[in-house]
């Protein structure tokens, strides 16, 4: 007999985790469906095994900078195969947590790939046969992938994605990356701090280029610097292994020139996991590279919703989290209006690290919409200047005589996330900031120095 539950999950990444723990809490029937490992690619593949890295190499920056400033001297060095191997059992025993909470939850975790097989009917095809389930709601949690295209397809030798990346056993000498985004730029860091001379390669003309301008600016000089090589707004015609290196190829006008280092990684950003699910015989549409489309209440269809990735609104862990809890609550009831995100916050992590919540000032102008901005730069700030790191700045975003957005580029500026959030999420004003009182010495003082300081056209 098919057992049917109040929800099925496909996924256990972030999202669909967090909506089975949730969901199973609150009384309902819940199953699990995970085709792989439970933590999807955030925790296997991704953010945590590349934040393991740059935690484990972050000393050897530091050191780097009270070197520069005449107060410290020496070597720090990383045995990056013990750290692969801390990175896979912490990646393992959270795993095994994960698993455990499901079971004491009374979630029913499959382990295999689910497919529609008609309305309100899963299978699932896991190693020892086919298991019918039967849901009153889905969710859709599958997350996302490395993407690729002809010419930038990683072949596991010497060109990798980001996952082949995250699994070498040797750190290469010498590494081209192919994207300018977070993931390549995150990765390429911890790379350079275990020794890599770095070449990055992408096809717009700034780094990071989804984020302000200034921001782009800044990391470059930063990571021009470290004696990168950085080749903006250039086509690549192809990489591929030949013998024992990477060689890239470029196009337009550097057509032929050859880029050749020990390894190269593909960080052109990731496509959706929706392919061959059976969704569209539930009505469930896919736009773009495979996006979900979802209504204001994250319906993909009657009695079937999509949260993360794959439904292409915000590819972050933490807003996948926030799309399920809401996915939850409306369920049981509880959340009768229209889906809200609230400002979503982003981080790049390394030295310099990059954080922006809510409006940029680029944005509004593209949108037709005048704003000022207020600037404060780390230079005066007491804590960057402990730790000798000092270039960077916090920026504010004004409308109306409220903050809609805060952007920081610089060391250790993602630790005022929560508090840039909670501002623009309120609208403070400049009395708001003027009477709140900010600890001292903290970095969030750039903060409040950003947001007392005049204000002008962006």
Not at 47 to 70: D, F, H, M, N, Y
Not at 128 to 153: E, I, M, Q, W, Y
Not at 328 to 333: F, Q
């Amino acid at each position: 007999m098919t057992t049917t539950y109040d929800l099925v999950v496909l996924g256990g990444g972030p999202g669909g985790f967090d909506a089975a723990v949730e969901a199973a809490a609150a009384g309902l029937k819940t199953a699990l469906v995970e085709a792989a490992d439970l933590g999807g690619s955030c925790l296997n593949h991704g953010c945590i095994p590349t934040k393991l890295w740059l935690g484990a190499t972050s000393a050897i920056e530091e050191l780097a900078a009270q070197t520069k400033v005449r107060v410290a001297s020496g070597e720090i060095r990383v045995d990056f195969t013990a750290l692969q191997s801390r990175k896979d059992r912490h990646i393992a025993a959270t795993r095994k947590a994960m698993g455990s909470r499901l079971a004491q939850l009374g979630v029913d975790l499959l382990t295999g790939r689910g497919r529609v097989a008609g309305p309100n009917a899963l299978e699932v095809k896991c190693a020892d046969g086919v298991k019918p389930l039967a849901f009153r709601n889905l969710l859709v949690a599958t997350g996302s992938r490395p993407a690729a295209f002809p010419g930038l397809t990683p072949d596991g030798a010497r060109v990798l994605d980001s996952t082949g990346f995250l699994a070498l056993t040797a750190m290469p000498k010498s590494l081209i990356v192919v994207g300018g985004g977070f993931i390549g730029l995150e990765m390429a860091q911890a790379a350079h701090r275990l020794g890599a001379h770095i070449t990055i390669v992408d096809a717009l003309p700034r780094l990071a280029g989804l984020e302000d301008p200034e921001v782009s600016k800044a990391l470059e000089t930063v990571f021009k610097r470290q004696g990168w090589d950085i080749r903006l707004g250039v086509k690549v015609a192809s990489v591929v292994t030949q013998d024992d290196s990477a060689v890239l190829t470029l196009e337009g006008e550097a057509a032929g020139e050859e880029l050749l280092a020990e390894c190269a990684l593909v960080a052109i950003g990731r496509r959706p996991n929706s392919a061959d699910l059976g969704l569209e015989s539930l009505g469930v549409e896919l736009s773009g590279p495979g996006y979900i489309k979802t209504n204001e209440h994250l319906e993909a269809a009657p009695d079937v919703y999509a949260v993360g990735d794959v439904n292409g609104r915000m590819l972050l862990a933490h807003a996948a989290s926030h799309q399920a809890h809401y996915v939850v609550e409306r369920l049981l009831d509880q959340a009768r209006g229209a889906y809200e995100s609230g400002p979503v916050p982003s981080i790049l992590y390394g030295s310099p690290e990059v954080l922006r919540v809510g409006l940029m000032a680029e944005e509004a102008k593209a949108g037709g919409e005048d704003v000022l901005v207020s600037r404060a730069q780390l230079i005066a700030n007491p804590i960057a200047q402990a730790h000798a790191a000092t270039q960077g700045f916090v920026k504010c975003v004004w409308r109306q005589g409220r903050v809609a957005g805060i952007t920081a580029v610089g060391a250790d500026v993602s630790r005022m996330a929560v508090a840039a959030s909670l501002i623009v999420r309120a609208g403070w004003t400049r009395e708001d900031a003027a009477g709140f009182m900010f600890p001292h010495p903290t970095l969030d003082e750039s903060l409040k120095a950003a947001l007392l300081a005049d204000k002008e056209a962006a």
